[in-house]
């Protein structure tokens, strides 16, 4: 699983838009690097993202091998009452991962 770091504001007052930044520490390789040997590295990138805000979906993303190793995402989110944003990512290699964050609306 794949480390990631989320950056929300301490808190929020209702209704006002939140940004919302995730960082997902991924190699995303693009499968045309070679390795010492000269054999391809196998392509390996995120290829889904997507986020819940208290169980409602709030963001999707599919994502390239045009994105960056290490993606970080921006979006924003209407505060509405306190809770928990939730993460979830897929690869190539079907690996999954997630992670979850609370936001605080005053």
Request: some cysteine.
């Amino acid at each position: 699983m794949a480390l990631s770091r989320i950056q929300l504001p301490p808190e929020a007052r209702r209704g006002e838009a939140v940004e919302v930044r995730v960082l997902i520490q991924h190699p995303m390789e693009t499968g045309f690097r070679r390795n010492l040997e000269g054999k391809r590295v196998a392509r390996n990138v995120l290829h889904s993202l997507a986020c819940r805000y208290n169980g409602v979906e709030v963001f999707r993303a599919t994502l390239s091998s045009g994105i960056a190793a290490n993606p970080t995402l921006r979006f924003y989110v209407r505060a509405e009452k306190s809770g928990e944003l939730e993460f979830w990512w897929l690869d190539d290699d079907e690996v999954e991962g997630s992670a979850k964050a609370r936001l605080v609306v005053t």
